[in-house]
């Protein structure tokens, strides 16, 4: 199993043209902006494409990148675990954003400014939550437990640096890649 270097910003921006960029993040968080060049594998998505990454880092350095971090994090594991050597971006395209690097965003890509997953998942804890206190004071004080547990959910993340909300609206339609489009990104990986 290979170890997983990191890069920060500036190093990355002076380094960009010597990796293969995958965004591990939805698509459409992709879509709202990422770093030139890159190519958006899903996390969700990463081992139906070991073998395209596998194939191009042999080629070159390959760089991968999400929001934060942690996500890219998670995906260097995984292709550390089958023998691949990446890199991440140490705070992701928030950091590279901060630092006043330009993001790209699709030439075709719909008008409309994709949410975060940080944001979706903030607001449909949010929702939910007033939901569970509205019922439980309108209906019956039972309804209080969906906050709680929410409540609970949220203090669990935090302390396992996971999120199974995350994962779930992940699998939500605006969230997922068609198959085209993964088929094109696995396509232009090969050309890499």
């Known amino acids: 199993m290979t170890t997983p270097l990191t890069v920060d910003t500036n190093q990355a921006r002076t380094r960009l043209h010597e990796y293969t960029v995958i965004d591990v993040r939805t698509p459409g968080e992709y879509a709202s902006g990422h770093l030139p060049g890159a190519l958006n594998v899903p996390l969700d998505r990463i081992r139906r494409a070991l073998s395209d990454i596998r194939r191009t880092a042999e080629r070159g350095n390959i760089l991968v990148v999400c929001t934060s971090g942690a996500r890219s994090e998670s995906a260097c594991k995984l292709l550390a675990e089958h023998g691949i050597d990446t890199t991440t971006l140490v705070g992701g395209t928030r950091a590279w954003a901060a630092e006043g690097h330009e993001l790209h965003q699709p ?6 400014a994709g949410w975060s997953m940080e944001r979706q998942v903030r607001f449909t804890a949010g929702a939910a939550v007033l939901l569970g206190l509205l019922l439980g004071w309108l209906v019956h004080p039972t309804f209080q437990l969906l906050s709680a547990g929410i409540a609970g959910g949220l203090v669990f993340s935090a302390l396992t640096d996971t999120c199974g909300m995350a994962a779930v609206l992940g ?15 696995l396509a232009a990986l090969r050309g890499r």
């Open 107 to 112: 030439v075709a890509c719909d008008t409309r």
């Open 171 to 185: 699998k939500l339609p605006h969230n997922r890649p068609r198959a085209t489009d993964l088929d094109a990104t």
